[in-house]
């Protein structure tokens, strides 16, 4: 089975900028998330959607991170304006149900803020 | 504190040496996950542990999750250059008999293998 997609795999932008990441996740699994990595650390959940709802997004910074999944199936995680802390991996992970049958991770993608 | 911590954070051996990380939960572990990592990338999946006292093995890495299911060693036999890089464990925490259904990560562990 196809894996997780995310794109792009790298992003190099000027702070104050805004930047969008998109995730396909694994068919059929109704649980999807979006950690962030700052570089040393590990990664801190974002938002989990449930289908096309949102089950989590305690962590998400709502004055400039947003994300969606209307369809329940793709995501966009977007970031506007960017700031310099913003720079780390965005990684996407979808799971069969909330955690049921394994978590699958998807490449990421890396986010240089300057 | 961390809901789950990671040690060592970073760890230098020579190739050939055995070393282990250990990750410990304060609350009840409903599946246990180690990932490898490379600089900048993705998490490439190791092993999965999920009942207390299991132990899985995949080549020279072995991981053991331990009975009360909160603690969790990853043991590497024998190190190559081959196995550096940043090892994670993700764990699925719960409360009340109920898991959250999403992972928390430890710190993770820089592992470099001098040949």
């Known amino acids: 089975e196809a894996g997780v997609a995310q794109s792009p795999r790298y992003k190099i932008i000027e702070k104050r900028q805004s930047v969008a990441f998109w995730c396909n996740p694994i068919s059929g699994h109704a649980t999807l998330y979006w950690y962030q990595q700052i570089l040393g650390q590990g990664p801190k959940l974002l938002i989990q959607?449930?289908?096309?709802?949102?089950?989590?997004d305690s962590q998400l910074p709502k004055d400039r991170f947003s994300a969606e999944r209307l369809k329940g199936v793709d995501s966009t995680l977007k970031i506007q304006p960017a700031k310099l802390e913003d720079s780390a991996v965005y990684l996407c992970?979808?799971?069969?149900?909330?955690?049921?049958?394994?978590?699958?991770f998807g490449s990421g993608t890396r986010l240089t803020v300057v | 504190s961390q809901e789950l911590e990671q040690s060592p954070q970073s760890l230098i051996v020579q190739e050939g040496k055995n070393l282990t990380i250990n990750c410990t939960s304060s609350?009840?572990?409903?599946?246990l996950y180690w990932y490898k990592q490379k600089y900048g990338e993705g998490l490439i999946f190791l092993m999965m542990l999920q009942k207390g006292g299991e132990e899985k093995s995949h080549e020279k890495i072995t991981a053991k999750l331990d009975e009360k299911k909160q603690q969790s060693s990853l043991h590497i036999t024998a190190s190559q250059p081959s196995h550096a890089g940043i090892y994670l464990c993700?764990?699925?925490?719960?409360?009340?008999?109920?898991?959250?259904?999403?992972?928390?990560f430890g710190q993770g562990t820089i592992l470099t293998v001098h040949p």
């Open positions: 992970a979808s799971s069969l149900d909330q955690g049921g049958g394994g978590y699958t």
């Open positions: 959607f449930q289908n096309n709802g949102v089950v989590d």
């Open positions: 609350k009840t572990l409903y599946g």
């Open positions: 993700g764990a699925d925490i719960g409360a009340g008999g109920t898991s959250y259904g999403k992972l928390t």
